[in-house]
T-cell receptor, first 112, second 114 residues
Framework: KQEVTQIPAALSVPEGENLVLNCSFT??????LQWFRQDPGKGLTSLLL?????REQTSGRLNASLDKSSGRSTLYIAASQPGDSATYLC???????????FGTGTRLTIIP | DAEITQSPRHKITETGRQVTLACHQT?????MFWYRQDLGHGLRLIHY???????NKGEVSDGYSVSRSNTEDLPLTLESAASSQTSVYFC?????????????FGPGTRLTVL
């Protein structure tokens, strides 16, 4: 059974800093890994999707990497802004399993 | 703009009552999903559909049902609400080409069962 872990559960950093969020998974037989953002009281917004054959994806100040063999992904946020404050979730889609398995998220607070 | 909406946004009901949560998407996506989100558990899949008349059980489907009569809607029904079903419910959709495509989420429905 796939398990997805995100540590730490919460993170606070000053505005302007670069930061890294971590995601680990136990079963490396995945189609893809996705990073989502969730604002309080809102739904999830897809940020980046990395296919299993890819090593990284970039969108603006965000860069996600995938190391399938070690079961790890990181989300790098450059030059953080207060508007980046949210909960970040990663999720993996496994072979033979018709569903996304989500981590419990990292709540990020950017301090102005 | 295409979107996915859920109604109601908040619902309080009593144990034993039947409750239906609505989900409507204008993306014209074939795939639709229902999740619940609880502290400590993350998001868990309840039911999903890959097209009209297709429905499938997810990992926490007991006590829930869905039906898909058109592309746009996938209502979720709680047959006899229980306090354990107090949660935030999210609907999502994705394009039909690949089931692993990006999922687009609705704003959620907060359900309280007293």
């Amino acid at each position: 059974k796939q398990e997805v872990t995100q540590i730490p559960a919460a993170l606070s950093v000053p505005e302007g800093e670069n930061l890294v969020l971590n995601c680990s998974f136990t079963d490396s037989a995945i189609y893809n890994l996705q990073w989502f953002r969730q604002d309080p009281g809102k739904g999830l917004t897809s940020l980046l999707l990395i296919q299993s054959s890819q090593r990284e994806q970039t969108s603006g100040r965000l860069n996600a990497s995938l190391d399938k063999s070690s079961g790890r992904s990181t989300l790098y946020i450059a030059a953080s802004q207060p508007g980046d404050s949210a909960t970040y979730l990663c999720a993996v889609y496994n072979f033979g399993n018709e569903k996304l398995t989500f981590g419990t998220g990292t709540r990020l607070t950017i301090i102005p | 703009d295409a979107e996915i909406t859920q109604s109601p946004r908040h619902k309080i009901t009593e144990t034993g009552r039947q409750v239906t949560l609505a989900c409507h998407q204008t993306w014209n996506h074939n795939n639709m999903f229902w999740y619940r989100q609880d502290l400590g558990h993350g998001l868990r899949l309840i039911h999903y559909s890959y097209g009209v008349q297709d429905t499938n059980k997810g990992e926490v489907s007991d006590g829930y049902s869905v039906s898909r009569s058109n592309t746009e809607d996938l209502p979720l029904t709680l047959e006899s609400a229980a306090s354990s079903q107090t949660s935030v419910y999210f609907c999502a959709s994705s394009e039909g080409g690949a089931r692993t495509d990006t999922q687009y989420f609705g704003p959620g429905t907060r359900l309280t069962v007293l």
